[in-house]
Each structure stands twice: as C-alpha cells, then as structure tokens.
C-alpha cells in the first residue's frame, strides 16, 4: 500500500458532528480569492470540498481558474506573482497557506501539473525516483513503491531506461503521475490529464487514476475540460466559471443535467450538437440568468 494512514475508529457518541464531518473531508477550501500582480482578481470566493478518498471533478473552460485553483492549494502561485488574499484552504486537518510546497508534498498533498513537465534529459526511472525527494524511510521503501508504480504503469517499466523527452505524451503522462506516486501521497491534484492525448490514452490514464483511489486509497482533484470522462470516473463535481462556482453535485446528476449536457458535453435534446455553424446559444445557463 502507497500510505494511507486511515483514521482511529470511535463511537459516534464521542465525536461532535462537525468534527466528524471534517475528518471525513481531506481538503476545504473556504471563500478563497486569488490576485495576481496585486491587481487581477482571478478566483472570486471558491469554495469546495474533497472527501477523504474521493474523487471529485472541477469542470471548466479554458481560462476559468481551474489551475489557479490548484497551485492555490498546492502553494505554487508565489512564482507567478500571485497570492491567496482571502478565504482559507484546510488539507488533512491543517491550514496551508503559511506552508511550503514542500512541506505540503511531505505531507501528502502533491500536485501533477498541467503539460506534464517531465524532466526530458533524465530516463524515465530517474524522473519516478525524482518524485521520492522529500521521503525518509529509506532505499528498501523506495524501491518498493518503484516496483508499485510499475506494476501500475507497465509501460513505463517497458520504458525506464529510455529518455523521458522521447516517450511519447501519453507516457510522459504516466511519468508525472508515477513521480507523483513515489512522494507516498494522501492526495493528487491532477491539472488537466487528457490535454493533447489520445481518447485511448485518455481511457487508459483515468482507469489507472481509478485503480489508484480504490486500491491505494489515494483522493483526487480533477481540474478538467473534457467534462464527460472526468464525471465518468469522479464521485462529485464542481463547474467553474470566470473564477467562480456557479454549480456543484454528485457526478451522476451532472451528467443529467441539461445545461451540463448542452455547454458542456455538446449533448441538446438528447442528442449530439454540433455549435461549428451556430452563432450563440439557443438557450442561455440557468445559473447565469
């Protein structure tokens, strides 16, 4: 098993509701904003949650503050002159935003960013052994949860020796999340896994995420475009728009939903829509009317 260290079980008699409500929950974030240069306001009061080994979707068009989002939690917007300016963001029980990314990762909350961002002069093992940086428990543990990754990704087992600006897209996928992997997580934000892949690819990414959260136990954020695979594979969904929450629910009821359906996942009527010829919407969201 990768890590989880799962929670001490006590009588309900015990436990206060709210404290039992945010055990249940390995990250919240509370009315967060985000301001880049000290002047552009980019997410507008977000808030959502991740259940403790769930799988949650956060839907949106490019530009929406998906990304945003996540190097808020993960602590990466400093290098892009941006900083969190309200609201407050809780991983595994703690406040995160006084933390460095590093700590966090030591922690068990690591982030897989958007373009994958492999080392491309290093080989593919190089790169997962990269991802153990921060760990303490010595080469035995390493090398265990090396062979884990690979009996995950056997393509990437196929491929350790190889260069990883070589490997293909989809393999430098499997890369990054691998390193991922090898920090021992509690929880991966996984920025836009299907960007530039194949729909197969794409299917066989998602299965392994799958396998991961069911058998590892590890949570997953999902900053994602492609809305139909990632309600698919995710147990609750929050939609972004212009930095902002503006619809959230468990996943099934997202995909019937018939404004999800229409700006979403192309679907009008019941039917597959094509928007190549059409000037505007029919029919305007409901949440923005």
Same mark, same amino acid.
């Given at each position: ?12 008699l015990e436990v206060k509701p709210e404290v039992a409500a945010a055990a249940a929950r390995i990250l919240t974030l509370n009315n967060v904003e ?11 009061? $977000?808030?959502?949650? $991740?259940?403790?080994?769930?799988? $949650?979707?956060?839907? #949106?068009?490019? #530009? ?8 808020? @939690?993960?602590?990466l917007l400093h290098a892009e002159r941006g900083e969190v300016t309200k609201g407050s963001i809780v991983f595994d029980g703690e406040e995160v ?9 030591r922690s068990g909350c690591i982030q897989v960013m958007e373009g994958r961002h492999c080392f491309e002069h290093l080989t593919v093992e190089e ?10 428990? #010595? ?78 136990? $590890? ?19 929050? @939609?972004?728009?212009?930095?902002? @929450? ?20 192309? @679907? ?22």
């Amino acid at each position: 098993m990768l890590h989880v260290d799962r929670m001490t079980l006590v009588t309900e008699l015990e436990v206060k509701p709210e404290v039992a409500a945010a055990a249940a929950r390995i990250l919240t974030l509370n009315n967060v904003e985000v301001v880049y240069d000290h002047v552009i306001l980019v997410l507008k009061g $977000v808030s959502l949650d $991740v259940a403790r080994g769930g799988i $949650v979707a956060l839907l #949106g068009a490019n #530009g929406a503050g998906k990304s945003t989002t996540l190097k808020a @939690i993960s602590n990466l917007l400093h290098a892009e002159r941006g900083e969190v300016t309200k609201g407050s963001i809780v991983f595994d029980g703690e406040e995160v935003k006084a933390r460095a990314p590093n700590e966090l990762v030591r922690s068990g909350c690591i982030q897989v960013m958007e373009g994958r961002h492999c080392f491309e002069h290093l080989t593919v093992e190089e790169n997962l052994l990269t991802g153990a940086y921060t760990r303490r428990d #010595g080469a035995a543990g390493i090398r265990r949860d090396l062979d884990l990754v690979y009996s995950y990704f056997p393509r990437l087992n196929e491929r350790r020796n190889a260069l990883a600006g070589y490997t293909s897209g989809g393999e430098q996928q499997m890369c990054a999340l691998g390193r991922a992997l090898m920090s021992r997580p509690k929880m991966i934000l996984l920025d836009e896994p299907s960007m530039g892949l194949a729909p197969q690819i794409v299917e066989e990414i998602f299965e392994i995420v799958h396998r991961l959260n069911e058998k590892e136990g $590890v949570s997953f954020l999902l900053a994602e475009q492609n809305a139909n695979m990632a309600l698919k594979y995710a147990r609750y969904g929050y @939609i972004l728009e212009n930095g902002r @929450i503006v619809m959230d629910g468990e996943a099934k009821a997202l995909r019937e939903n018939e404004d999800v359906k229409e700006f979403y996942l192309g @679907i009008a009527e019941g039917k597959r829509k094509s928007f190549r010829n059409a000037k505007h919407y029919k029919r305007r969201k409901r949440w923005l009317a």
